[in-house]
């Protein structure tokens, strides 16, 4: 009996000393050769709301979270980190959580980059008062307008130029600070693009929501469509502009980030 308690023992030393084995051989099955950091986060979003992907730990040895249950957020990716495993290469994107509401700590970890996509979170019912960096393409662009509570107005706005397309691009002008009021800073790449810009400040004046503004939003719109007609820019002349497109960009709260320079709209005909 003394023998095979022996034996036994020496069995289960050697499994604990195969299975440290085992951890230690998988932790330093993925080694990182070359990593890639960002300034400004470039943002993401999982390519599937079902499929268990997971967020792990540096050296891939912990799952950390999994991204199915995070169905609304997007992730801003700090950097992307080339992996080694098994004598191939992988991609990783370092990636940090932004959620509608910010409500939790964001969580970070390591996935696989190509279980994330490029741009926003799609669920746009949920998110607020988004800033232009994140969009993908004037159709991305337009169904956040038209789905998240933040844009109703400028869903409102769009309306009043039945025929102007709306464009992501033109709307940057706008995001960027003083392109409304001065384009000669972005004169070369504006030109090269754009002709015929329509540039109204009394107009773009208006969508800005400062933090004592007590406006409402209907109170807002109206103000603006007064000023487009004051401006010559009546319903008639507004629906004959064909070949205009249009960029827009509102905020319906006070940010930091964003002042008078930084709202409204501008109209403008492509330059092909």
Do not use: C
Not at 6 to 28: H, N
Not at 38 to 63: C, F, I, Q, R
Not at 253 to 271: C, F, R, T, W
């Amino acid at each position: 009996m003394k023998k095979i308690k022996i034996l036994l023992g020496l069995a289960v030393a050697i499994a604990g000393i195969t299975s440290f084995g085992a951890t230690q051989a998988s932790a330093s099955s993925y080694t990182v050769i070359k990593t890639k950091t960002y300034t400004n986060s470039p943002v993401y979003h999982a390519k599937s709301a079902t499929k268990n992907v997971y967020l792990w730990n540096k050296s891939h040895t912990k799952k950390l979270h999994n991204l199915k249950n995070y169905p609304n957020t997007s992730w801003g990716v700090q950097a992307s980190v080339t992996m080694k495993h098994n004598g191939s290469n992988a991609t990783y994107y370092s990636v940090e959580s932004y959620t509608p509401t910010q409500k939790k700590s964001p969580v970070y970890g390591y996935v696989w980059h190509n279980y994330l996509t490029k741009g926003y979170n799609r669920h746009y019912s949920h998110w607020n008062n988004l800033y232009l960096r994140g969009f993908t393409s004037d159709s991305d662009y337009l169904n956040y307008i038209k789905q998240s509570p933040s844009q109703a107005l400028t869903n409102k706005v769009l309306q009043l130029f039945p025929n102007s397309q709306l464009s992501l691009n033109l709307s940057h002008y706008v995001e960027n600070r003083d392109a409304l009021l001065n384009l000669k800073t972005e004169a070369s790449t504006f030109n090269a693009s754009y002709r015929d810009p329509i540039l109204l400040t009394n107009v773009n004046q208006l969508f800005y929501h400062g933090y004592q503004d007590t406006q409402t939003e209907s109170q807002r719109f109206q103000a603006i469509e007064r000023a487009l007609d004051a401006a010559g820019y009546t319903a008639s002349k507004r629906a004959s502009l064909k070949d205009y497109q249009i960029g827009i960009y509102y905020q319906n709260a006070p940010l930091k980030d964003v002042d008078e320079n930084s709202v409204g709209i501008i109209l403008a005909k492509p330059a092909n």
